[in-house]
């Protein structure tokens, strides 16, 4: 059952095509549906391949989450999210942790955008980062603090949402309200691995913990066969969407 009274998305799953070359990532996006999924390029994807692979998935219909989690100077990041807007990816990413200043340059910037403008989404506390490493890094008394104050921030500089686990999704969705969008990396089927991520919640789970959108990369694009595994995915949530 979902908890959280707010409708599922009608396509939650964001895959992370975590590549090192835009081949790797053009030749899976080439099986996948872009009616049941959206995509995400990162760090890694974006450095090696830059825009022209945002460019080629948006021209083969898929939603693009730009994941560059910008973190720098007020102008320089509302620089950016003007390029990235400008580029019509459907979602892009700041890190929480640069500061109001920061984030309301930001929103500003996509709020003065013309066209359609991008979700834009705050990086709380990374879901790899686990209680023992946020007391060494020293920011904040306890994860749950940490990743609060910074969706407050978020939420205070008017952004679309945030980034955070799914195991903090059903408080921050009690906290914040049903149009504060949640998503939540870290998701794992039963039968994966952690791999470096230290919370991790299966995608049925974390809907029913209150996320709008899931971002699975290594369970999908891992998979012995990764189509059969995004349309399983997809067909249990459904079927749990269907039984709530
Ligand atoms: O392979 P896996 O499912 O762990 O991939 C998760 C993806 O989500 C990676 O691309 C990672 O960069 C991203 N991500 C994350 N934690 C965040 C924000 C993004 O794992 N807080």
Redesign the pocket.
Known sequence: MIKTGAPMSSKPIIV?L?YDNADDALSIAAQLDPQICRV?V??ELHTAAGPTVVEDLMARGFDVFL?L?FHDIPNTVASACKVAASQGVWMVNVHAGGGKKMLDAARNAIDSFSGKKPLLIG??????LSQPELTEIGLAPNLPAAVLRYAELTKDARLDGV??SALEATWLRDHFGKNFKLVT????LAEDAK???ARVVTPVDAIKMGSDYL?????I?KAKDPIATLHKINDDLKTMEASA
């Open positions: 992370a975590d995400k990162g760090k994941d989690k990086v709380t506390v990374l879901t790899s980034v955070c990396p870290g998701i794992r791999g470096d991520q971002v699975i990369g290594r369970s694009t």
